[in-house]
């Protein structure tokens, strides 16, 4: 390279690491990129005196599953709706206080209150604290006046902040539901659980890369008239929703192979831990695939890399779905798939598939 | 007018029936089952009988025959996974625990509870014991066709420890950042833990990261189980300023025993530094190539002219 290009380059470097000096120092914007919100748990919402209309209440606010770092904001939205919404008719939050029992942070007495807006508490610290735990912390906010209607679903919108305007550098966020009742102090807590529910798919929709040639229900996988040209594909929807924060796995096996009488459909020959593309028609087998790219086990997206793979049935479980946390309504769809031979000989075949969902330990 | 109250007569049913194969039909279309707690975490001492309770809830319009079992489970995987088995090991513990009732027809809409025992034996091993409540609905019967009858199990699991001379021993098998340099937000990392006793563990812990200016973030590792004899790993991540070199040091904690390693990372503002590279490569092309003013300009910067 000649000297006066040698000259360019050796001051276009010089250049690059003089500015990159300078906006690393003074662009705290550019290099702080927003946190990942997090998602509370075990969240409950106790009021001292549930009778609507009542003055001078306590409400403490309770969540777990919070994040261990510096936190400037925290932000309570009284509503009627889950998000957005309006503030419960006739409650009055204005002159509301933060109490000294609270947990949420190490110094209650060091934060500072704003109740002007009716519904909506900010609480912020100039220079922030981290919560001494992640589980059981609280918010006690007191002078609080009740709604003025019993019965009704009303909630609180709960979100943390590392940054004082509670817009930006968004931390924890969290929501829970609570009602007016006349008599007697209500405590909601949000109990953990697992549900599941398997769902029928139509005939001529997609699967993992393959299409669905009949419709199923949840309860049934009828594959109907399998012949040598064409192979059967059917699909169920599974959907797993839980809030034990250490997520779920649904797994799948067979009773046995489909049988006719004395006659059975052996299982495909691709396995769970390395599905293989599905023979074309004129091959007898059975299996199975899925369109879950992050499994728990193995190489995570091994059935959806290349799509269109399928594994053979066992009668011992088989990972289908994965999910690592707290999930709503996370849906995995499965697919069926069998053809036969010119050998195979004539019959209804049939299996009882199980699909198992657990939570993850 | 015969005709037509001939068309009635034979229209009306037909509908009727269709209206009852196709809802017959949309009710099946989608079965929901719903398990609380999914998990219990207990300890009970030898000879001790436990008794507790578990709701399942059919949130169906139809009501669901429910069937219930008792499996053991062993660790699958590192991730939390677990593998359903009817095989005894030392840590089962089917044959100490009954449930009840063996079947329930669960109507529409409704929450039923289901009790079950844990009877701790005399002799009962020390240490963790593992079980699962499994509630199964029973498939159809008399397939017509070439098909499968699908049958639906949610589980619930018993984590038991029984207290006692047991050996609680665990190792940070590993502890890692995701990658060596992050160029963005969030940095993440890999902690491994190791479990070679006979107890399942649940170590608490955290993530110190300090920057060059000795200021601290801390990341709050996940609190989950870690089975005897298995590997559990557990992610952690969140956002630091992109200023370069980086400490970071794990702190877990189990029973009181803390144990703890340190690494070391980069956090750079990847996207600034290639917007800041981009534009020193333009002036630089601007400065070579062209002869006019902007040219002129962009050479007496680079100290040229």
């Known amino acids: ?361 | 007018m015969n005709q037509l109250r001939r068309f009635f007569l034979i229209a009306i049913p037909l509908v009727f029936f269709a209206a009852i194969v196709v809802f017959s039909q949309t009710a099946e279309q989608r079965v929901g089952m719903i398990l609380s707690p999914p998990t219990f975490e207990i300890t009970a001492r030898r000879g001790e009988k436990i008794t507790n309770i578990v709701r399942f809830e059919n949130p169906n319009d139809f009501p669901l025959n429910i069937v219930t079992s008792v499996r053991n489970f062993t660790a699958q995987g590192e991730e939390g996974a677990i593998s359903l088995t009817n095989e005894e090991s030392p840590y089962s513990l089917t044959s100490w625990v009954e449930i009840s009732p063996k079947g329930r027809a669960v109507r529409a809409k409704s929450t039923e509870q289901f009790n079950f025992t844990i009877n701790v034996p005399e002799n009962a091993e020390a240490g963790g014991h593992f079980g699962s409540l499994i509630f199964s609905t029973k498939p159809p019967e008399g397939a017509s066709q070439t098909g499968a009858a699908v049958s639906q199990e949610v589980a619930s699991l018993i984590l038991l420890k029984v207290p006692g001379v047991t050996s609680t021993s665990w190792d940070i098998e590993s502890f890692s950042p995701e990658k060596s340099v992050f160029w963005s937000n969030p940095v993440s990392f890999i902690v491994r833990v190791k479990n070679t006793g006979s107890v399942h563990v649940k170590p608490v812990g955290r993530i110190e990261l300090t920057d060059i200016f000795g200021k601290k973030t801390v990341l709050e590792v996940p609190n989950k189980n870690v089975f005897p004899g298995a590997i559990r790993r557990l992610e952690s991540s969140g956002a630091v300023p992109l200023i370069g070199y980086y400490r970071a040091k794990l702190f877990l904690e189990v029973a009181g025993k803390q144990k703890t390693r340190e690494l070391s990372f980069f956090a750079l503002p990847g996207k600034v530094l290639l917007i800041i590279f981009a534009i020193v490569l333009l002036l630089f092309i601007v400065a070579r190539r062209s002869k006019g003013r902007l040219g002129r300009a962009v050479r007496v910067l680079f100290g040229r002219e």
């Open chain 1, 1 to 361: 390279m000649g000297k006066t290009a040698n000259f360019f380059v050796s001051k276009t470097f010089t250049l690059f690491f003089l500015i990159s000096f300078l906006l690393l120092s003074f662009s705290p914007a550019f290099l702080f990129q927003p946190a990942y919100a997090a998602t509370l748990s075990s969240g409950s919402e106790s009021i001292s005196d549930s009778r609507p209309s009542t003055t001078a209440v306590s409400y403490t606010t309770t969540f777990s599953g919070v994040t261990l770092s510096l936190t400037k904001c925290i932000k309570l939205v009284f509503s009627d709706a889950a998000t957005a919404g309006a503030v419960p008719t006739g409650m009055t939050t204005t002159g509301a206080a933060l109490s000294g029992t609270s947990t949420y942070m190490p110094t209650p007495a060091g934060w500072t209150g704003t109740f002007t807006t009716n519904g909506t508490v900010t609480l912020t610290n100039a220079t922030g604290e981290t919560p001494a735990l992640a589980t059981g912390r609280t918010v006690v906010l007191t002078g609080i006046t009740n709604g003025s209607t019993a019965g009704t679903k009303y909630f609180v919108q709960f979100s943390t902040y590392g940054a004082t305007d509670c817009a930006t550098s968004a931390i924890d966020s969290g929501t829970i539901t609570f009602i007016y009742t006349a008599g007697q102090a209500v405590s909601l807590t949000v109990d953990p659980s697992i549900a599941f529910t398997v769902a029928g798919v139509a005939n001529a929709l997609l699967v993992n890369g393959a299409t669905t040639t009949v419709t199923s229900t949840a309860t049934t996988i009828p594959l109907g008239t399998v012949t040598t040209s064409a192979n059967a594909i059917a699909a169920q929807d599974l959907t797993v929703t839980t809030n034990a924060g250490s997520g779920y796995t649904v797994y799948a096996r067979y009773t046995a192979a489909p049988t006719s009488g004395a006659n059975t459909i052996a299982a495909w020959t691709g396995t769970n831990a390395a599905p293989t593309a599905f023979s074309a028609a004129g091959t007898a087998a059975f299996g199975y695939t899925t369109n879950d790219a992050t499994l728990a086990t193995g190489t995570v997206n091994r059935f959806t890399s290349v799509g269109n793979v399928w594994a053979g049935f066992t009668t011992a479980n088989l990972e289908v779905a994965y999910g690592a946390a707290a999930v709503a309504s996370d849906v995995t769809r499965v697919g069926y798939q069998v053809g036969i031979a010119g050998t195979t000989p004539a019959g209804s075949y049939s299996t009882t598939v199980i699909l198992t969902a657990t939570p993850t330990y």
